[in-house]
């Protein structure tokens, strides 16, 4: 069996050494200029981009053209996307599963609707790799990540909803509600993969403590952990200080928001995905 997940580029991973993984990128449309969320991306272009226009900036997801090529020519793909309740990736990806079946009637995917974004999806990509690697069947390693979704979660803490209100992906009430400088919005992904604001904290510093108190509230104790941000690794350093204080040890790793999530989380995110 050949095997090879594949995700979009929400998942802030690129690339995976020594392993068959693609990642397929969505696009920022900022003004006439558009980024791919690829390994090309300069980020702090986009950033810049962002700062100095006024007008309207939009995304859009992969087509199912887009993922039939990254499935390749595995037997077996695994296809981790975005959330289906904020973007039509996962639909796309259904099409170009159906595309790519009729094609190649003895290959197979597998497309698991992350119903959350970033770490979260990181979580579940390293979890079918484990599974790949231990040599389980494909419909075997389905049924396992389909039930260790049900225990990994993501929370956030955000400094603007700006584009996600202008994109239609959070009501304007709730984003105005955090447009006071220095106000983190605390939230997670609701059973849908929405998004469900559940706290606000002043400052980056209450931000993780509150993100450590809804590990705690879901049981937390000690699993894997994947953090992301937006050019706020300071806070995530106090983040995975709180998290060793609290539970002994750190069991992850930190990195960078590529362009999806940095334009919808915005500057000074963090999201942490973590399994209980
Ligand atoms: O164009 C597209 O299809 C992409 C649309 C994506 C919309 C939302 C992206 C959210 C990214 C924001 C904070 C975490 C929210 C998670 C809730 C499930 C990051």
Known sequence: M???????????????????????????????????????LDIHAMYEALASYNGKSSTSCPSPDDWCKAFGDADAVFCVTITSGLSGSCSSAHTAKQMYEEKYPDRKVYIVDSLSTGPEMVLLIEKIKELIEKGEEAEKIYKEVTAYHKRTHLFYALASLNNLAKNGR???????????????????????????????????????????????????????????????????????RLIQEAFGKFNGFIHENTALCSYYAELHSVLIGFEV
């Open 170 to 240: 959070v009501s304007p009430i709730v984003a105005k509600g955090i447009s006071v400088l220095g106000i983190r919005i605390i939230g997670t992904a609701s059973e849908e993969g929405t998004l469900k604001p559940v706290n606000k904290a002043r400052g980056d510093k209450k931000a993780m403590q509150k993100l450590v108190g809804c590990m705690k509230s879901l049981g937390y104790n000690g699993g894997k952990i994947v953090i992301s941000h937006s050019d706020n690794l300071s806070a995530c350093e106090e983040l995975k």
């Open 2 to 40: 050949n095997y090879k997940i594949v995700s979009d580029s929400a998942s802030n991973l690129i690339s995976m050494k020594d392993f068959p993984y693609e990642s397929v990128p969505l696009h920022i449309m900022v003004g006439e200029k558009t980024f791919t969320d690829d390994s090309t």
